[in-house]
């Protein structure tokens, strides 16, 4: 899994990314708008971004809401904000999690693991025709239905599946 950090705190992005590290998560650390604005444009595949509100060139709330939002990718704020009309504005504008310093780094792990399961993206694959629910373990040709027995199911799946990680 993929993590983004936008940190500016050099002691704590290297403490989490060792941290994240160690629990077998990819952590690519940012400490600034700009960087994250160019990280971003690069469209990297990005399954969660931590997300600090304070950064010495731009506020947190407005990356997200002008960047990070639209690319659909689930958002912990970790930050020293701690107002409370700060913590519900990072909740009511779609952030999953919003988290006050000092923190515990086993809790953000725990709440990050929380919110990468919440947050599982479809499992559907779509080749021509065919698309294949994994979730559902459902076949459908053309938007209906095809029934089949569970070994061809079972084979379905192991080929789609690989298809997937292409």
């Not at 690319?71 to 909740?91: N, R, W």
């Not at 079972?154 to 990680?165: A, C, E, N, R, V």
């Amino acid at each position: 899994m993929n993590i983004l950090l936008v940190e500016d705190n050099e002691s704590i992005a290297r403490g989490l990314k060792y941290s994240f590290e160690k629990n077998n998560y990819v952590l690519t650390w940012k400490a600034s708008a700009r960087e994250v604005r160019e990280y971003l444009a690069e469209t990297p595949k990005i399954d969660l971004v931590i997300l600090d509100v304070m950064l010495p060139d731009g506020d947190g709330l407005t990356i997200y809401e002008n960047s990070v939002k639209k690319l659909d990718i689930p958002t912990i704020f970790l930050t020293a904000k701690d107002d409370e009309d700060d913590i519900v504005k990072g909740l009511n504008i779609g952030a999953e999690d919003y988290i006050t310093k000092p923190f515990s780094t086993k809790e953000l792990l725990a709440r990050v693991n929380k919110t990468l399961l919440r947050y599982k993206k479809s499992s559907r694959i779509v080749v021509q025709d065919i698309t294949f629910d994994a979730d559902k373990m459902v076949v459908y040709k053309n938007d209906e239905v095809v029934e089949l027995t569970p070994l061809e199911i079972k084979l379905l799946s192991l080929l789609f599946l690989d298809i997937g990680k292409v």
